[in-house]
């Protein structure tokens, strides 16, 4: 038994960037030979684009994790580190990407040329060729590679089908599905027997096509999470049109009317009002004894709550009866309905995690033992850039932090000299 996954955590790890080199030339005349130390390469990008060839997100089961290639450190001779190419991720059409941390939505993967950028690799640190001047023409100072982005993501599939198939549990939505496509969906006289969704291709001529999808039958409460439709309520937002399957054949001892009003009521239930969609019912099993008079009845009660005449096309899927128009008019509203987008993107091209004036720099706790412990993006990442087995580097970064007003804001804490800060795993001595 296959089984069809909807729904992946993964960590995705954009690669760092080269580290830029101190290196020296070794000319006469030059002093201290003269900075010849390259920049590093770029981190690879990591990028998500739509495979056709994917229907489901099981690749993801098995992988987890996504990590870019580093950039090439900077070398001598000024010669700069080799970019890293961007690693590339395929994902089924219909794949929603969104940012676990945070919950919003970073991408909206639907059509077959979409891609997008999700984490960007860290530029190339710079080499000492970079940090002359007048002053100091000779400097042994270089930057480490900025890290690449990390994020943890929830993808989220939702089918990209035309039609969707609504009902209670054997109501013949599986059956008519087998009818009018070639899917072969598993049909049996109990419930649930579509387990999973099941996608099949109508065809009413060259050019006439729609893709149908045959979901799990819905039960009362399965808006609140009752039983299984609720996993698949979302593959419903994507289509264009619902068939609403009803059993005019009493088989299962039900009342119709009683039925639409269920399902009815766990599409409007949604966070998205399904109802709002371009909907026919469709009386099944209508070669079944009293299936007429089932229809009348519920004709009737239907004019009787909302005012006005239901639209309903008559079949017997199991008999292939009334099937040929079904499909035409399904056609002919499919063609008519545009899709609508179920996501709200901010930026459908990258998301990055830049600094603004709202991220505090840094944020001051103090541990049991008197450390101050400082930690932030903005000045964990400096440090990791910092190149610390120099000591002009580890000058210039003293220099950043002062300016980024740590200094003062340790003060202002009641740091006194001699005091250990510690920022990740490098500790200094606090100097008043």
Known sequence: MSTFFDTAKINVKAGKG???????RREKYVPDGGPAGGDGGKGGDIIFYVNEGLKTLIDFRYQRHFKAEPGQNGMSKGKYGRGSEPLRIGVPAGTIV???TEGRVIADLTDPDDEVLIAKGGRGGRGNIRFATHRNPAPSIAENGEPGEEFELLLELKLMADVGLVGLPSVGKSTLLSAVTSAK???????????TPQLGVVSLGISKQFVMADLPGLIEGASKGVGLGLSFLKHIERTRVLLHILDMGGTEGRDPFDDYQTITQELASYELDLTEKPTIIVANKMDMPESEERLA?????????????PFVMKISAYQKDGLEDLMKKTYQLVEETQVQPVTTIEDNTHVSYDYDEETPAFVITRESDGTWVVSGEKIEKLLAMTKLDYDESVLRFARQLRGMGLDTALRERGANTGDTVRINDYAFEFVD
């Not at 009845?297 to 005449?309: D, P, T």
């Open 18 to 24: 080269g580290d830029g080199m101190v290196a020296f």
């Open 297 to 309: 009845n519920f004709i009737s009660n239907y004019k009787s709550l909302l005012g006005e005449e």
């Open 185 to 195: 969906p598993k049909v049996a006289a109990y419930h649930f027997t579509t387990l």
């Open 98 to 100: 969104k940012n676990l």
